[in-house]
């Protein structure tokens, strides 16, 4: 889940210059698309107004509906942002971004809820320090997996944007069933 959550902006700039393709004149190296860089921009400010917000209003919320109906509210983000990043225009673009804010922050109240529910107290540091090492290991391995996977798309001289929509679409499905499932 976390990895559907943070790939996408990992690659942001990235996938936004595959939509939108840089207009420089010859002689200008470096030069990025408007529209890209006012959706990495927006980004930053999305995230971290959002994030605030859902530390505070979504810890309220997972204590009032329950950790099983807000874990598969979280999932449900997770599945409508991976379709949202499939459409190339800047409206929808800035909505995976809410949705990239939403899913994140609000992954890290499912991750802290479970670890109260299953650690005993004495045991709650610990436990959480191993899930977020056991997180943090996977996400490598799995970023690695997915790099792999999107250069020998780009390699095989696939559509530049499917180089990033299929990655971005297989996590976000996957991370969906599963939330849906845990």
């Known amino acids: 889940y976390c990895l559907a959550m943070i790939y996408p902006t990992q690659e942001m700039l990235f996938y936004y210059e595959a939509i939108w393709p840089p207009s420089s004149s010859p002689g200008e190296e470096g030069e990025t698309s408007p529209t890209a860089d006012s959706l990495v921009d927006l980004f930053a400010m999305v995230f971290g107004g959002g994030g605030f917000v859902c530390a505070v209003g979504g810890g309220w919320c997972c204590d009032k509906v329950g950790i099983a109906k807000f874990t598969l509210a979280v999932s449900g983000c997770c599945f409508a942002t991976s379709l949202l990043l499939l459409a190339p225009y800047y409206w929808p673009q800035a909505l995976a971004q809410v949705g990239l804010t939403l899913g994140f922050s609000l992954y890290m109240i499912v991750c802290t809820r479970y670890t109260v529910l299953y650690a005993p107290p004495e045991l709650f540091g610990s436990m959480s320090g191993l899930l977020f090492t056991a997180v943090s ?46």
């Open 137 to 182: 290991v996977f996400m490598g391995v799995g970023a690695g997996l997915v790099d792999y996977a999107a250069e020998t798309l780009a390699a095989g001289r696939s559509p530049p944007l499917l180089q990033y929509q299929a990655p971005f679409l297989l996590l976000g499905l996957g991370a969906a069933a599963l939330g849906a499932w845990l």
